[in-house]
């Protein structure tokens, strides 16, 4: 069962427009949560996280939304460049649900 | 220069042959862990290490062996026992396990010949 999962295995926006990224899980136990970026042949580097204690957390044009009732986080991009394009990966960690958890990653072209 | 090196990038094995891939770190973090991606998927949690000289299976271990005797240094170990080695490895740390961000190495792309 996984417990996070990435719903749109692909998304596809033009240049300046806001690229919207979705994050489901399932683990009530996950407290913390983690967007990473990954070029391909490359390993991936750390974006933006948000704590269970915020709805939201933004750094310049990221902005991360998580809503806990729904389980839900979503990772906002304005406005969109074409270096944003890569694939992301959501993750869930916590004190108590421990190792992060990966999900399977949408890849995100922006188009010029 | 901190960082997380995995040596080498491509690494080529016959069929039957154990490979052990390297993974060292300068960031002084207490965790490590092992990932493998498989082309259009996920990462997947091969083995963990929260601490010198102690290692915790991740979601697919079978085949796979680690140890942990320093700090800075997670070898995995792909055996003949794994069925389908062939795949980009990537290793990572971060200062502990649970909250923090972790820490990517560059991978390294194993092919079974």
């Known amino acids: 069962d996984q417990q996070v999962k990435q719903n749109s295995p692909s998304l596809s926006v033009q240049e300046g427009r806001i690229s919207i990224l979705n994050c489901d899980y399932t683990n009530s136990m996950f407290d913390y949560f983690l967007w990473y970026k990954k070029y391909p042949a490359e390993g991936p580097t750390f974006l933006i996280s948000i704590s269970s204690i915020k709805d939201k957390n933004e750094d310049g044009r990221f902005t991360v939304f998580l809503n806990k009732s729904a389980k839900h986080l979503s990772l906002h991009i304005v406005p969109s460049q074409p270096g944003d394009s890569a694939v992301y990966f959501c993750a869930a960690s916590g004190a108590i649900a421990g190792k992060s958890t990966f999900g399977d990653g949408t890849t995100l072209t922006v188009k010029p | 220069d901190g960082g997380i090196t995995q040596s080498p990038k491509y690494l080529f094995r016959k069929e039957g042959q154990n490979v052990t891939l390297s993974c060292e770190q300068n960031?002084?973090?207490?965790?490590m862990y092992w990932y493998r991606q498989d082309p259009g998927q996920g990462l997947r949690l091969i083995y963990y290490s929260q601490i010198v000289n102690d290692f915790q299976k991740g979601d697919i271990a079978e085949g796979y062996s680690v140890s942990r005797e320093k700090k800075e240094s997670f070898p995995l170990t792909v055996t003949s026992a794994q069925k389908n080695p062939t795949a980009f490895y990537l290793c990572a740390s971060s200062i502990r396990v649970g909250s923090d961000e972790q820490f990517f190495g560059p991978g390294t792309r194993l092919t079974v010949l």
């Open positions: 960031l002084n973090h207490d965790a």
